[in-house]
Nanobody
């Protein structure tokens, strides 16, 4: 399975971006998926997760109310709509596919990872 994240870029504070993650090689419709990020000098952290069928989502407190995760199993795709961005959201964002169908926040429980896409928010 290969995951390809895209949609990152440079945006001003208060702006929006939509990240996409395309999966190839195998359907991921039975797996929970998530977005993580790593800011300079910090560890990778959970941002958002979604169950295999999209019925349940979970967010880090720092992005709750600003970010929305969604998926399209027919397209084998994952999305992250980010709004009201702040400089603290600057990081490399990674999409990942879990081992099971339900959301977990620990990166070690995710089996497949995308290569990351850079998001930079200027003040």
């Amino acid at each position: 399975v290969q995951l390809q994240a895209s949609g990152g870029g440079l945006v001003q504070a208060g702006g929006s971006l939509r990240l996409s993650c395309a999966a190839s090689g195998r359907t991921l419709s039975s797996r929970a998926m998530g977005w993580f990020r790593r800011a300079p000098g910090k560890e990778r952290e959970f941002v958002a997760g979604i169950t295999w069928n999209g019925d349940t989502t979970k967010y880090a407190d720092s992005v709750k109310g600003r970010f929305t995760i969604s998926r399209d199993n027919a397209k084998n795709a994952l999305y992250l709509q980010m709004s009201t961005l702040t400089p603290e959201d600057t990081a490399v964002y990674y999409c990942a596919a879990g081992m099971g169908g339900y959301i977990v926040v620990a990166p070690s429980t995710y089996r497949y990872w995308g290569q990351g896409t850079q998001v930079t928010v200027s003040s």
